[in-house]
């Protein structure tokens, strides 16, 4: 069965600063791997997904991740972040059905 | 994408009864999922739902608890069954987009905010 690990529950950073969140999956099968970010009392919105080709993953505002099998990382980066971005962020894997990480907290401070 | 109409929204429910979230799509599916997240956690995938069959329950989840329907291509209900504060959560129904490859792209319903009092 496919799972994601997310290394971090809180990753603290000042605005305009750059950050990382990790996720490592697990999988015997390939599968897609997919990074959702939920705002305050809000739904769940799709950020970027791995799906296959090129392992840099460009999504919406400004967010990337890189696909690594050998590592089975697909980390979430953001060279300058903003207020705004201040959320919970989930990782999750597809295959017959999606399964999400614990998610990681990311708090942007002035 | 589908788009998915789930409802209540929310609602607030004495300990005891129990509550049916619908889920409708806009277009025929063959996959549906119903997931929980409750306060501060992540989502955890209840049970995946064909149409034809019965659903099929993750470790942890029970059909006496979580009674599910799914009479045709475009709709579910999950019923939350003798409720306690513990299941004071959110319910979201998530589809798999059936222009998709298989497993690569999901559609989620904005969720049902659950308050077991």
């Known amino acids: 069965a496919q799972s994601v690990t997310q290394l971090d529950s809180q990753v603290p950073v000042f605005e305009e600063a750059p950050v990382e969140l990790r996720c490592n999956y697990s999988?015997?099968?390939?599968?897609?791997l997919f990074w959702y970010v939920q705002y305050p009392n809000q739904g769940l919105q799709l950020l970027l997904k791995?799906?296959?080709?090129?392992?840099l993953v460009k999504g919406i505002n400004g967010f990337e991740a890189e696909f690594n099998k050998s590592q089975t990382s697909f980390h979430l980066r953001k060279p300058s972040v903003h207020i705004s971005d201040t959320a919970e962020y989930f990782c999750?894997?597809?295959?017959?059905?999606?399964?999400f990480g614990a998610g990681t907290r990311l708090t942007v401070k002035p | 994408s589908a788009v998915i109409s789930q409802k209540p929204s929310r609602d607030i429910c004495q300990r005891g009864t129990s509550l049916t979230i619908q889920c409708q799509v806009d277009s025929q599916v063959t996959m549906m999922f119903w997931y929980r997240q409750q306060p501060g956690q992540s989502l955890t995938l209840i049970a995946t739902?064909?149409?034809?069959?019965?659903?099929?329950?993750e470790s942890g989840f029970v059909i006496d608890k979580f009674p599910i329907s799914r009479p045709n291509l475009t709709f579910s209900t999950l019923t939350v069954s003798n409720m306690s504060p513990e299941d004071s959560s959110i319910y979201l129904c998530s589809v798999e987009d059936p222009r998709s490859d298989r497993g690569s792209g999901y559609t989620f319903g904005s969720g049902t905010r659950l308050t077991v009092v």
């Open positions: 999750a894997v597809g295959h017959n059905d999606m399964r």
């Open positions: 739902a064909n149409q034809g069959s019965e659903a099929t329950y």
């Open positions: 999988s015997s099968v390939s599968v897609y």
């Open positions: 791995y799906l296959s080709g090129s392992t």
